[in-house]
């Protein structure tokens, strides 16, 4: 009975990580250059990844990814660095799916300005 009970603590404990493991999909789903231009709508700042949504020219809706806050919060990239209403331009890669409208973002300009750049040592500029 009791090798049984620590059988079954033992495999309730590894489905619970394995699920951790793929709720997170890495970076590598997003292709290619890509630059967006758009109205932020909404700002989402949290786990896992800082986001935005944004309104493009042509009325669409995108899901815009940032790096985690762990990594943000650094560099002074707050929810306080955006403000709904903005028109910004995006640099970064799309989602490999065409019918998928979210982005991970490198660069957000505002008014020609840099106000983020994703903080990591290999980020192209």
Known sequence: MYRSL?????FLLLA??????????GWGIYQGEFELNGVI????????????????????????LFAPPYRNEPIGFTKDSLQVGWTV???????ASESVLEMKTEI???????????????RRR
Do not use: C
């Not at 620590?6 to 033992?10: C, E």
């Not at 957000?108 to 040592?121: F, R, S």
């Open 108 to 122: 957000i300009e505002h008014n020609g300005e840099v106000i983020y750049e994703y903080p990591h040592p290999q």
């Open 16 to 25: 619970s990580l394995s699920g951790v493991a793929i709720a997170h999909h």
């Open 6 to 10: 620590k059988q079954i603590t033992l």
């Open 89 to 95: 331009k995006l640099y970064g890669q799309r989602h």
């Open 41 to 64: 709508k909404k700002i989402r700042f949290m786990n896992p990844h800082d986001s935005i949504v944004l309104e493009d020219e042509d009325g669409n809706v995108w899901k815009v």
